[in-house]
Nanobody, 124 residues
Framework: QVQLIESGGGLVQAGGSLRLSCAASGRTFSNYAMGWFRQAPGKEREFVAAISWWNSGNRYYADSVKGRFTISRDNAKNTAYLQMNTLKPEDTAVYYC????????????????WGQGTQVTVSS
């Protein structure tokens, strides 16, 4: 079992930046692909970004965040990150990190391990 704890959310003005962290424990972190998802009120949880299991792994982004968000990981620290720049009000959501053994996926249902989420609110 993998335990995930997100941190770094908060309230920020449009155009600002936040960095989310996802601390993992319980299994060998470097065996897992990591994903970030978000869920706005009244909407389904959606894919934001994902990174393959190695530190400089392949990275994938939703079109809505491409060029503004950067996913990364530090396997020595068992932590994944989501750097969010040029934030927009439509980025407001609860952000979740998720882990999946081995390969990356864009699909919510293919990640068995989830954190509790961290709220990001972007004011206009």
């Amino acid at each position: 079992q993998v335990q995930l704890i997100e941190s770094g959310g908060g309230l920020v003005q449009a155009g600002g930046s936040l960095r989310l962290s996802c601390a993992a424990s319980g299994r060998t972190f470097s065996n897992y692909a990591m994903g970030w998802f978000r869920q706005a009120p009244g909407k389904e949880r959606e894919f934001v970004a994902a990174i393959s299991w190695w530190n400089s792994g392949n990275r994938y982004y939703a079109d809505s965040v491409k060029g503004r968000f950067t996913i990364s990981r530090d396997n020595a620290k068992n932590t994944a990150y989501l750097q969010m720049n040029t934030l927009k009000p439509e980025d407001t959501a609860v952000y979740y990190c998720a882990a999946r053994y081995s390969s990356v996926s864009y699909l919510v249902g293919e990640y068995p391990h989830w954190g509790q989420g961290t709220q990001v609110t972007v004011s206009s």
